[in-house]
């Protein structure tokens, strides 16, 4: 059964840190690309970041210099390192793949549907940035 499981979202203060992981199970991760969506409630899904197969890797400008995205193929599970968070960074973080080669996630970070590109969805974790 394929699975993706978000962890490690949590009530944190502005400007501090974070580490968000997504364990995958029933696939191979390094086979897909990934990214990693953000929602609060009322607006749409956006796209924060997204790893191609090949490692390039696409930033949101509102994270750039700010968040990291990485995997541990041993692990089978990505992250998301997340450093001067902002109360604006409050949401529920999603992890997603989809099975295609780079560069997809110059596409996924362009297009206007985003997160209509992905293949399959984690059920998220929630991050909370007080002021």
């Known amino acids: 059964e394929v699975q993706l499981v978000e962890s490690g979202g949590e009530l944190v203060q502005t400007g501090g840190s974070l580490r968000l992981s997504c364990a995958a199970s029933g696939f191979t991760l390094r086979d897909y690309a990934y990214g990693w969506f953000r929602q609060i409630p009322g607006k749409a899904r956006e796209v924060v970041s997204c790893?191609?197969?090949?490692?390039?890797?696409y930033y949101a400008d509102f994270v750039k210099g700010r968040f990291t995205v990485s995997s541990d193929n041993a692990k089978n599970t990505a992250y998301l390192q997340m450093s001067s968070l902002k109360p604006d960074d409050t949401a529920t973080y999603y992890c997603?793949?989809?099975?295609?080669?780079?560069?997809?996630?110059?596409?996924?970070?362009?297009?206007?549907?985003?997160?209509?590109?992905?293949?399959?969805w984690g059920k998220g974790t929630l991050v909370t940035v007080s002021s």
């Open positions: 790893m191609n197969t090949d490692g390039s890797t």
């Open positions: 997603a793949i989809v099975k295609a080669p780079a560069p997809i996630c110059t596409y996924v970070g362009t297009s206007s549907n985003s997160a209509g590109l992905m293949n399959f």
